[in-house]
């Protein structure tokens, strides 16, 4: 009954050609070592990857298994055999709708994911924490996830060196 | 938002992480000390961190602790997306690093910070890290937090107080105040997050559950999440209280109309699992779900027929419905969707629909491939059952996936379906065989070719116009190969023998076969002509219909040691041959597959009974008639006299135990001798002077003779010891049990060098007990004719007994329990179960040591609880103590 609220068990992104893990996150102990983790990985891939069985949803060994497929790439969002298949729909949408968010629509492959894996994990914080979903909408997350901000860093730099040169050439002038 | 972690754009494979080395990551770890911080720096190394994380590298403790102190210094920095960052990694390491509550006060300090973005995570990280000494002292932060107006610090603190209740139930209890006023957030995911804390908050106290519930059910909840979950709390409360309120269905009832899918989808199937439902409200709940089966988007289709596939097994008929919607899923392009809805199509199916549901089926095999279509070949496998009626048209569907392309292991699976079929429903087999017959004319599977065959010349001659099928028979010892001319020649005899007016022709055709030049064709034609001619029926019905009664392997085995032993004076025995295999596998019973089982294409099956852990040694030891020759090299054997039987292996230590031991009983007519099978599985260990120390439970009956243990034992080289135990026939056989420990001298070995750390040490490993029971006095005959025989023993000698097969829930599996109790043959191929009967009769001959004739009839009965199987067992011979013995297998006297 309270399995609705953890929603998420594990969520992985496959590479597509082999089934290597690119990135991995389990919400509970079902698979508590790696070893556990990658032989499900690989028996969802064996299922998933096979062109002609058709995309999105399937159920294996007592998971319920979303997913989509992109270039090179494909993202898992898993749930308990009882969840509710659109819940999980709805996660795994929220995720690759935030993405594209945040990377303006550039085409979702696994450069991207790893490149910005930044953005990548923390979406994946913002909507899911512990199982439970945290929020659905896209707009809101990707706005959690890419804070804008000035750029401290370069801005403090650029006043030290201003400061610095008009020190210099005050004290050269002064001299 | 340009600031992805951007670098060169090289060419595709060259990703900036893949290579990453845990080891120099944390060496940058460095960056987090600089001062000023540099936030793009420090960035970059905490997302190669959490990538790590995520890659699934594992830290250390220290290394852990290192870095989530390293990482603490960056709580000076003003850089927001840095923060962000920050967080992600203090959370995940929290786990892992010691002392993470330093960071306490700096969290705390966090969550008075005017930005929304430190409020939210540090009570993300806050209720990692506190335990039930600390929060008391930081639970204002959490209530303050919970009642936010701001949804990200309101969400985030009521998912942490939800992972608190884990932790701490008793504090967090004292929130459900905030927690009531946030359920009025205007937050869709705060209402959500908010509901599910309160309901577990009281979840222990029903009333309370209930009254939440139903008020809740008034105010009108947003949140297509917290309404779902509304609707658990409603089965929930519907469940446990057997409320009559009918405000909790009329609730769920109500969001069907959702126009959100996860939402109405959550209250179709809510419905679906109610156990006294209207039919208005599983109509609605139907209707919601047919709609889906309609819908583009994959996930929704799957859902549907997943519910629709469950509700099939309660309300068949509240499915019929969406019948015509699920017809078309059965081409759909996801295969679960596809097979979920074959599977629910057949559940729901009638007499009157199932014809067009198979022709259905029948248009798209060819969209479909190998591996889907033995999924379908099983679903029409169990319409056969459920329809028997409805058989030809179940013939002529598996027939067409037999004629089409296809891999042998799918014709193997159909081909096991038609016999399945022809084996339920004796009325399809004149269908069947007519449309076989055809099928072999152009078979090319010679396998395949073999088994049909074998069927025909079973079935052929008991059908009303036997005739027929020899012309299809002939064709094949015209046209085909060695393999399929000889089983044809076979099938051919078996008219001859079991349809008289054939007879004359067979013998034509058996002639016509002499001159073959295949040698096994001309062999049986000319062993089937010469009884022909004699007709001795009596051996030609033992040749032609008996099953081999053993498993073949062994059989060939014991024919090259009676021929390498060079003394032909009493002509070989088939009892002889062990019957090893430990689970008993009729050929016909095989799993309920393939009467043929035992055939070439499934030889590995016929020797599953070799233990696992003695795989390397099978060679040497894998049937206990090589026995014969090794246990007469043994002297302290020589006078025992001829050995009468070997028991199958009993394992006495689990496979993947250090030791691994199982045993074999040899039984001599004044003597036993346990052969120990021992495997050492410790690569750093040598035994030496290994044996076994058995001690029976009554000494009375028998006497140590002699041990003889094993010299050394090294590593992963099985290898034998012995005991041998003498008992007086007089007295009866020693039924008794025995406790067995292994007892050896230890010598650890250094694996890498192969050097031995003398002396060792004396050390002993506890084994399985082992019983001596009937079967192992008790050998397998075979009769021809069994009921003839059975009323010519009189009935004055018979014992019957009746017992009970406690926790035997189907006949299938008493039947299987009896013989391999009593280790007979079966007979009158009376070990074939009709599926799902309620009784049965299974005969059984066997014969003792001294062979005399052994006849036993087993009458069962499931009990009413249809959890036990009630037996009546008569035993018949000539010897009534015999009978008691027989007897004794199941009844302690």
Redesign the interface.
Known sequence: ??S??YTVTSFFILDSSKGD?????YYNNDFDT?QK??SFEKKVFDKTSKV????????LDNYLV?YKSFS?IIIYMVGDQNQ???????VLNSFIDTLQI???NSQIN??LI??????T??TL?EII??G?????DSV?IAD??????P???DL?ESINKAVTSVKEQLFNFLK | MGRILQKKDDDESDFLFENLDKGQVIQEKRAFNESPVHPRKCSLVISQFLYLLSRGDSFTKTEATDIFFAATKLFQSKDIPLRRLMYLLLKELSTISQDAIIVISSLTKDMSHKIELYRANAIRILCKITDSSILPQIERYFKQSIVEKDPHVSSAALVSSIHLLKVCPEIVKRWANEVQEAISNKSNMVQYHALALLHRIKQHDRLAVSKLVSNLIKNSLRSPYAQSYLIRCCVEVIEETNTEDRIFREYIESCLRSKNEMLAYEAARSICTFKNVSNKEINSAVGVLQNFLNSTKPTLRFAAVRTLNKLAQTNPTAVIPCNLDMENLITDTNRSIATLAITTLLKVGNESNVERLIKQIANFLGDINDEFKIVVVDAITSLSQKFPKKYKHLIIFLNKILRDEGTLQLKQATLDAILTVVNNIPESKEIALTELCDYIEDCDFPDLSVQILHLIGQEGPLTSSPAQYMRYIYNRVLLDGGIIRAAAVTSIAKFGLLYEPMKEKVVILLQRCLLDEDDEVRDRATLYLKLFKENDTRYLNKVLMDDVPVPLNNLQKSLEAYLHQGDFSEPFDIASVSTVAETYQSPLLGDGKSPFSTGASKKGDSVTGTPKASNTATEESSGPESFVSKLSQIPQFSTFGKLLKSSEYIELTETETEYVVNCVKHIYREHIVFQFNCTNTLNEQQLSNVSVKMVPSDVKLLKYECSIPIDVLPYGEPQQCYVAIRYNPVNGYPLCSLSNNLKFKVKEVDPSTGELDEPGYDDQYSLERMEIVPKDFLNRAFVGNFSEDWKKMSEDTQLVQTFSLVGVKSIDEAVKQIIKTLGMAPAEKSEVVAPKSVKHILYLTGKSLNNQLIYVRARMKLDQSQTNTDVELTVKSDDESLNDFVISAFVEK
């Open positions: 009954m309270s609705f609220l893990r690119v990135i991995a996150k790696l983790q990658k002609n069985f058709g995309g999105e949803i399937t159920l979303v090179n509710n298949e659109i819940a999980l729909l709805y945040l990377f303006e696994k450069k790893l490149d910005g894996i930044n953005y994990l923390l914080d924490d512990g439970i979903i945290m929020e659905n809101v959690r996830v890419g804070i804008k901000a750029d401290n860093d403090d």
